[in-house]
């Protein structure tokens, strides 16, 4: 089956620690992206990338960093300097070049930071 | 620049009653416009979508939407409510201008009540 992985789907850590999240597709998707999810805050972009090697800050980069070194996968690292890290976090990804820019989502990861 | 406006965070009906969700859209250039359903703890789940062509879009679930470019909304209907239908419903829109990423609607949580 196709789609897109998130690991783990809980994560907890400590203040001050980095921390990585894992996404990885398998639809042969060239963009994917990461967004944070706050209660009524809907969805803000993190990062996103259109191809490998290259990535764009999003709405809110600040405290996070992102690899693209393969098509099927976009870790995103929440650093300590993430003043606010407790979210649920979404990946998703898309076929670029066509009319459709529909985004399909993975099942997300709720990160809480103590 | 895109935006969406959802009116209101939580909308509550009753099993069997019509089901209306509003989107209102701000898009400086012919918008795709989608609704993305969300279930507890899980990724979204596109529900349908509009790029070009027919304005009434039906979509999965016995929902449907239609494209009013002279109101600038894509409201979200389905005639009878279930109670399988209790999630978070976004909306969004394309940004346009050859980007492929989405600017999502906060989101509006949908009670259906027995």
């Known amino acids: 089956d196709g789609g897109i992985t998130q690991s783990p789907k809980y994560l907890f850590r400590k203040e001050g620690q980095n921390v990585t999240l894992s996404c990885e597709q398998n639809?042969?998707?060239?963009?994917m992206y990461w967004y944070r999810q706050d209660p009524g805050q809907g969805l803000r972009l993190i990062y996103y990338?259109?191809?490998?090697?290259?990535?764009q800050k999003g709405d809110i980069a600040e405290g996070y960093s992102v690899s693209r070194e393969k098509k099927e996968s976009f870790p995103l690292t929440v650093t300590s300097a993430q003043k606010n890290p407790t979210a649920f976090y979404l990946c998703?990804?898309?076929?670029?070049?066509?009319?459709?820019?529909?985004?399909?989502f993975g099942p997300g990861t709720r990160l809480t930071v103590t | 620049a895109q935006s969406v406006t959802q009116l209101g965070s939580h909308v509550s009906v009753s099993e069997g009653a019509l089901v209306l969700l509003r989107c209102n859209y701000s898009?400086?250039?012919?918008?795709?416009l989608f609704w993305y359903v969300q279930y507890p703890n899980q990724g979204l789940q596109l529900l349908l979508k509009?790029?070009?062509?027919?304005?009434l879009v039906k979509g999965i679930n016995g929902f449907e939407a239609e494209f009013k470019k002279s109101e600038t909304s894509f409201h979200l209907t389905k005639p009878s409510a279930h109670m399988s239908d209790a999630a978070e419903y976004f909306c969004?829109?394309?940004?346009?201008?050859?980007?492929?990423?989405?600017?999502f609607g906060k989101g509006m949580k949908l009670t259906v009540n027995p």
């Open positions: 998703a990804s898309s076929i670029t070049g066509t009319s459709s820019h529909e985004q399909y």
């Open positions: 639809l042969n998707h060239d963009a």
């Open positions: 990338s259109q191809i490998v090697n290259d990535f």
């Open positions: 898009s400086s250039v012919p918008p795709y």
């Open positions: 509009y790029t070009t062509g027919a304005t």
């Open positions: 969004a829109v394309s940004e346009g201008g050859g980007s492929e990423k989405l600017v």
